[in-house]
């Protein structure tokens, strides 16, 4: 039984941020949807260790090299991927990073730092692949937003307040892309197990609050985020845009 409505067959995936963790599960997932995948990252090694372990399991994916906080890094590599492989039809914007500290104690640096990575790549990334997607009037991108998007926890306040700009970051996109054929939504992951929550994984004290706290009683794992990033990068929702889609648990409609 076939589903087109869902099936990603040649359409071409970039994304970003996908040495490990989300990323690596949303590649390794739209590559078994039929996509032909570039990953992402800047440490060489990781992003070729990633790219074994997706040939293991039987996905010959490409690898770029490149910076996401750099806009000219970006550039070239945008236009060497097109150039050598062919059109980007998707691209997922997931690189981030995250620092936690009481906001009063947060250093100036480590602001600047989560600015670039989760706003500022956005837009270098996101404006490259839509020119190319413009003049061809079609594509699909996926911001990575977060539960934090709409809720906060102390520690984090910088974070939070990147990931509602993701947020109203793909509104804008949507808004001024659609008339193009592009389609801009947003994925909203809630607790999950990754490198990136590896401390709070860890810690039996939040996990028990966290468990308590999310409707559905449970971290979420990220093979789960698989099915809304093929969703909104499938004919199936080919007239959703501007969508920030949460996929959390249940926890941020729950007090």
Do not use: C
């Not at 690596?24 to 992402?40: D, E, F, K, P, S």
């Not at 090299?65 to 097109?82: G, L, M, Y």
């Not at 995250?98 to 602001?111: A, C, G, K, N, V």
């Not at 996990?207 to 985020?225: F, I, Q």
């Amino acid at each position: 039984m076939s589903f087109p409505l869902f099936d990603l067959a040649g359409r071409r995936a970039l994304v970003t941020g996908s040495g490990q963790g989300i990323g690596y599960a949303l590649a390794r997932g739209l590559a078994q949807h039929g996509a032909r995948v570039v990953i992402n990252g800047r440490n060489s090694e990781r992003t070729q260790q990633a790219a074994t372990r997706l040939k293991a399991d039987g996905i010959d994916a490409a690898i770029s090299i490149f910076d996401v906080t750099d806009p000219f890094a970006v550039a070239a590599a945008v236009d060497e991927i097109e150039a050598g492989q062919g059109p980007i039809d998707i691209l997922i914007n997931n690189a981030g990073m995250q620092f936690r500290t009481p906001l009063e104690d947060f250093p100036h640096s480590e602001w600047e730092k989560l600015i670039q990575t989760n706003i500022s790549s956005l837009f270098y990334v996101g404006q490259a692949v839509a020119r190319k997607m413009i003049a061809r009037q079609q594509g699909a991108i996926i911001n990575m937003a977060s539960v934090q998007s709409a809720l906060a926890r102390p520690g984090i306040a910088p974070y939070t307040a990147t990931k509602g700009a993701v947020r109203n970051f793909t509104s804008g996109m949507a808004t001024d892309w659609a008339r193009h054929g592009l389609r801009v939504n947003a994925i909203a992951p809630g607790y999950f197990k990754t490198p990136l929550n590896e401390a709070l994984v860890n810690d039996a004290e939040f996990s028990a609050w966290l468990e308590k706290r999310t409707p559905a009683g449970r971290w979420g794992n990220v093979d789960e985020l698989v099915g809304a990033a093929v969703f909104l990068s499938s004919d199936a929702a080919s007239f959703v845009n501007g969508h920030t889609l949460f996929v959390d648990g249940g926890i941020s409609v729950s007090l």
